[in-house]
Nanobody
Framework: QVQLVESGGGLVQAGGSLRLSCAAS????????MAWFRQAPGKEREFVSAIWWNVGNAYYADSVKGRFTISRDSAKNTVFLLMNGLKPEDTAVYYC??????????????????WGQGTQVTVSS
């Protein structure tokens, strides 16, 4: 069993930066894929970024590529999402997720077994 707790959200002006953290309790094994999703009001949950725990390969949605960076600290069992150049359209609740199987379908919310409670990110124009 894995529990995920996000932190680091808040209110920021357009062009600003935030760093989200996702602390995992329970063992994260090498094959895990860890991801960030976001959901804006009235919209479906969408993929933001994913990282493979063992090799560190990272993937991004086109909308955030070049602005967001995902990373992990194995010693602290924590995944980070550094968000630079924030835009009003980045406003959403951001969720951390864990997939023990490391599925190739990493953009699909359905493959993730564990989810955090979410943290609000609001970008003002």
């Amino acid at each position: 069993q894995v529990q995920l707790v996000e932190s680091g959200g808040g209110l920021v002006q357009a062009g600003g930066s935030l760093r989200l953290s996702c602390a995992a309790s329970g063992r994260i094994f090498g094959g895990y894929a860890m991801a960030w999703f976001r959901q804006a009001p009235g919209k479906e949950r969408e993929f933001v970024s994913a990282i493979w725990w063992n090799v560190g390969n990272a993937y991004y949605a086109d909308s955030v590529k070049g602005r967001f960076t995902i990373s992990r600290d194995s010693a602290k069992n924590t995944v980070f999402l550094l968000m630079n150049g924030l835009k009003p359209e980045d406003t959403a609740v951001y969720y951390c997720a864990a997939d023990p199987s490391g599925s190739h379908y990493y953009t699909r919310p359905s493959v993730y077994d564990y989810w955090g409670q979410g943290t609000q990110v609001t970008v003002s124009s």
